[in-house]
């Protein structure tokens, strides 16, 4: 069973950049796909990108121009680089997984904090 362990977050300016990183404590190509979710306070959780096992990746509003998924297989880690960031993008930030069986994982998440 695959594990997912999020790191990467903490406080940046707005302007700012951060990368998040996912680890899996398995292999990450037995996934249908990767992908990171982020909640802010008081709202519902929403889907920032995604990532396919052969590398093909889909996103939301922040992924156009700001934000960039990765994965390398032979690492089995996942990452989403963020740039430009705002206040708005403030968040628990979540990975995620699809197993072969449909089973969604989940990491226990990674808190980043957008403020001057």
């Known amino acids: 069973q695959v594990q997912l362990v999020e790191s990467g977050g903490g406080l940046v300016q707005p302007g700012g950049s951060l990368r998040l990183s996912c680890a899996a404590t398995?292999?990450?190509?037995?996934?249908?796909?990767m992908g990171w979710y982020r909640q802010a306070p008081g709202k519902q959780r929403e889907f920032v990108a995604q990532?396919?096992?052969?590398?093909?990746?889909t996103g939301g509003e922040a992924l156009k121009g700001r934000f960039a998924i990765s994965r390398d297989n032979a690492k089995n880690m996942m990452y989403l680089q963020m740039n430009s960031l705002r206040p708005e993008d403030t968040a628990v930030y979540y990975c995620s997984a699809l197993e072969r069986n449909l089973r969604r994982i989940w990491g226990q998440g990674t808190q980043v904090t957008v403020s001057s």
């Open positions: 398995g292999s990450i190509s037995d996934l249908i796909n």
């Open positions: 990532i396919g096992s052969g590398g093909t990746t």
